[in-house]
């Protein structure tokens, strides 16, 4: 659909070659915060999704960031997947998935019952989370 307008800035200035270097976290970090400040001000309900957490290099870092988002009280929901990380829990459901047989099954249940009223945002959230829950 639409990109917002916070993170195509974000992106121009990077392209446009007034960036010599991967964005850091606190820039990542910083625009996140303001998209979900923007949207949230504007009374759409923001979901993050994060997929393969595990394969982040900083996992504490986006976990810490996470956390400062949902301490904003301005998402509807942070869903997060990890085969292997076990993060802390901070106030939203959050399930572990230890037998990999069965992972596609848990993911579809537990986004079949999340509160996402745009059902285009359900289906392609849940399609892409399954799609990639067997490593694919």
Known sequence: EKIHPILQNFHKSSK??????????????DTLMKITKDLAQNEYQVHIVIDALDECKEVDKVWASCVKIANMQLVSGIIISSRNHQ????????ISLKNNLMVGKDIA??????PIKDMNLHTEVKGELMKKADGG
């Open 16 to 29: 446009n070659g007034l960036r010599h270097s991967m964005p850091t976290n606190a820039e990542l970090e």
């Open 87 to 94: 993060p802390q829990h901070f106030g939203y459901f959050t």
């Open 109 to 114: 249940i537990f986004i079949d019952e999340q």
